[in-house]
């Protein structure tokens, strides 16, 4: 049996899979062949489908197959349509010969209609002595929803867009009137939520979300978050941008926040900011001029300028500038390992709200 996963992971590039949010279906296709007038299982096929059912992972939700099975047009319609049924009920014993559950099984025979391709070459007849193996996963969903709230007046935020992240895939929803979200995610996976406002710095949370209920009522799946409204000379933490130490170089996990700061310049483009940067430093007076510390800041600062230039943002919009250890959160003798990482930070400091107002 060496061969199935081999075989299995050979028909992986070509298969179908939908997006994770848009869908609740995860679509796989196999196809096998049949000799002419025959309902029989070739070897051939014998390999494909055993290859199948050890490419089936029950966990990942509740699998169904429809076998849909055709032939060629020799013949009369009615022994074709006949032979085609053969040709499916064949695959679907095969299946549950292999393990499978026969209610997880739908087939269908359309005879010498709906062809793969011509009837007039003895290839194309050979492409349409076949059964084609649907195999659709349905992801068990839960449904997830919260308000996005102003924290100073606590009124939901209208029209915020939520963003949802998970394995590389993605989708979105906008609050309501109310500032309140509704979306339906895969259930047994982590999950990240941005959010965004016109005229309010952006959040993030991680979530897992459960599919079992017991978990889910302890762990509720109402999740609010506050956006921090836009002030004039207001600074704003970028959460989860933190620097490999004494160097201005990010720590790889933090590398998709890079994305956030530009969505939030793009989605607030009358804003004009300066980029701050910091270090930790464990023995240099914090009121004493430090050179390393304000280059290496500035450098941190950089960085992120640097980046949000590359991507289109104009750069009449951005200062950068380094504090050295002059801002440290927390004092170098009592702080955390998490305190020393918040301490080298970059933040944003909202000089103005007028940038394009201005250019008019």
Known sequence: MKYLLPFFMFLAPALNAQSLFDSLLTRYDFRVYFETSESQITEEAALVLDSLVAGIDSTKGLIRI?????????????????????????????????????????????????????????????????????????????????????????????????????????????????????????????????????????????????????????YHLDKDLELQPIEIGERYIIQNLFFQPGLAYLLPVCEPTLPKVLRFMRINPDIKIEIAGHIHSWDKDPNEFYPHGYRLSRNRA?????????????????????????QMLYPPGKASELEISQNRRVEVWVVSKTVYEEKK
């Open 66 to 218: 429809q076998v849909t099975a055709h032939t060629d047009s020799i013949g009369s319609g009615r022994s074709n349509l006949l032979l085609s049924s053969r040709r499916a009920t064949k695959v679907k014993e095969a299946l549950v010969e292999r393990g499978l559950h026969p209610m997880q099984i739908t087939i269908q025979g359309f005879g010498e209609r709906d062809p793969h391709a011509s009837n007039e070459t003895e290839e194309g007849r050979q492409e349409n002595r076949c059964a084609v193996i649907t195999v659709r996963i349905e992801r068990p969903m839960v449904t997830l929803k919260g308000t996005i709230r102003n924290p100073k007046t606590q009124q939901g935020i209208p029209n915020a867009l939520v963003l949802f992240a998970s394995k590389g895939k993605q989708d979105s929803v906008r609050t309501d009137s109310n500032g309140v979200y509704f979306a339906r995610l895969p259930a047994n996976t982590t999950v990240r939520v941005d959010a965004y406002a016109r005229d309010y710095f952006f959040e993030t949370l991680m979530l897992e979300l459960y599919g079992d209920k017991i978990l889910t009522d302890k």
């Open 302 to 326: 950089l960085l992120v300028y640097e980046y949000l230039l590359r991507y289109g943002i104009e750069k009449e919009r951005m200062t950068f500038e380094g504090y050295s250890n002059t």
